[in-house]
């Protein structure tokens, strides 16, 4: 059974950077598609950015041109490198999969992933 594993949260100030990662228990080759949510409280799941089998990768608009997300299938492992953080940006992040192709329109939505992590806190403050 795969298990993912998040790890690299933390909190730091606005401006600040992380790097999140995330451990397949299996070979990531084995997801089709993997991708970043998060979530804060009081607030749904929210897509921020995932990557397909290919290569491709797709953001959330609030996320584009400050977060990345990679993934090395040597390493089992999934990224996400997240610069010019914001207070905004607080929330649990959790890493998902599927093992299906899913479409490009798709894939920030929390519905078509059957993998999930526990998640990591990501805290900003001002």
């Known amino acids: 059974q795969v298990q993912l594993a998040e790890s690299g949260g933390g909190s730091v100030q606005t401006g600040g950077s992380l790097r999140l990662s995330c451990h397949v228990s299996?070979?990531?080759?084995?997801?089709?598609?993997m991708a970043w949510f998060r979530q804060a409280p009081g607030e749904e799941r929210e897509g921020v950015a995932a990557v397909r089998f290919d290569g491709s990768t797709t953001y959330a608009d609030s996320v584009e041109d400050r977060f990345t997300i990679s993934k090395d299938d040597a390493k089992n492992t999934l990224y996400l490198q997240m610069s010019s953080l914001k207070p905004e940006d607080t929330a649990m992040y959790y890493c998902?999969?599927?093992?299906?192709?899913?479409?490009?329109?798709?894939?920030?939505?929390?519905?078509?992933?059957?993998?999930w992590g526990q998640g990591t806190q990501v805290t900003v403050s001002p």
């Open positions: 299996a070979y990531t080759s084995n997801t089709a598609c």
């Open positions: 998902a999969g599927a093992r299906v192709v899913i479409s490009q329109s798709y894939l920030l939505d929390a519905d078509v992933y059957s993998l």
